[in-house]
C-alpha cells in the first residue's frame, strides 16, 4: 500500500496537502510549516518515502487505546524520517495538535486566508486507521510518499 501526502498549500504556520492511497483521496492533512533549522514539534517532515509501521508503546499509544478502544492496534508510526524520533500520523485539528506529527481530516481551511486547521479528523481517522492496520498486520509493507508541491 502506497500513501501520498501532496501538499497543496503552505504559510508560515502550517502546510495543507491532500492524502491518497494507491493513487484514490483519503483526506486532508495538516502539519507544521517549513523551518531551518528544524525546530522540535513544530517542523514539518521532509520529502521522502517512509514506512508506516504500529508502534505499540509510549503515552500517545495508551491515549489512544482509550479512545478508539478494541480498533487501535499501535500509532501509525513513520520510521526513517531525517531528525524526527517519533512521527505519527494521528487526529488533531489545528498547528498545536501536531507536535511534528501528520494530522488527518476530512475538511480544511485554506490556510492563506485564516488560521489553518482541518476539520471531521476522528471521523477521516477512523476510516483511514483500519485500512493502514489491515495491510500491516497482514504482513504487506505500506509506505508514505511525501511530496511538496506548494
Known sequence: MLLNLISYSTDNRS?????????VFECYT?????QYPKVDGHTRIPDGRYPILLR??????HQYRERFG???KGMLWLLGVPNFKWVYIHCGNTPKDTEGCILVGDKASN?????PWIGDSEIAYRRLYPKVVSEIERGEPVFLRVSRFA
Open 70 to 72: 478494541q480498533m487501535h
Open 111 to 115: 490556510n492563506q486566508y485564516s488560521n
Open 15 to 23: 502546510t495543507l496537502s491532500a492524502l491518497l492511497i494507491d493513487g
Open 30 to 34: 495538516l502539519e507544521d510549516t517549513f
Open 56 to 61: 505499540q508503546e509510549g503515552g500517545m499509544d
